[in-house]
């Protein structure tokens, strides 16, 4: 079976992008988060901003494997369901994780009604998402190699020859170096250090 180790996600914020339904208007955001902190830290710094507004409405999305996955959508005083799932499910329809949409929303003074809401709030995550630069990563794991100052030519010669990246090494009387390894590269990664005689090879867990 084929490990899937690759994930989408943006690289920086996207511009503002702006949907306008009887009068009300809806302002999308798109940020690139590492965790929840950083969701609180955009979302106060939005209503700084937009101090005036009614509601900022958000979804979020963290993790790169089912088994990590963590999301949250938050409707911010609107009726259930009518703005953070909408705009969640368009990080669900771009495949992209590691992400945070907020969507504020000044009201004009004409209720839109339910499905009115939804489609405000859905419309206005998808325009975030397209002004955004989406690009695909890979998940990496880190593997830290012990060996003997004896073995480092050869531990060195296959870090080079399989072109590996080094994180991080401590060359004394024993040697330890950290890489990092695509997903679906670690099994055979292991296997070739733990060969090595007088050489072990572990994964770093998260």
Partial sequence: MEIEDTYKTITKPSEEVLFKDKNSKFYGYAFPIRNEDEVKEHIEALKKQHHTARHWCYAYQLGTQEEHIHYRANDDGEPNNSAGMPIYG???????TNVLIVVVRYFGGVKLGVGGLINAYRTT??????????????IDKFIIINFDYANINKVMRIIKEKNLNVIHQKLELDCEITISVRLSDVTLTLEIFESLYGATAKVLND
């Fill in 125 to 138: 995550a998808q325009l975030a998402l397209e002004a955004s630069k989406i690009i695909t990563k890979t």
């Fill in 90 to 96: 368009q990080i669900q329809s771009f495949e992209v």
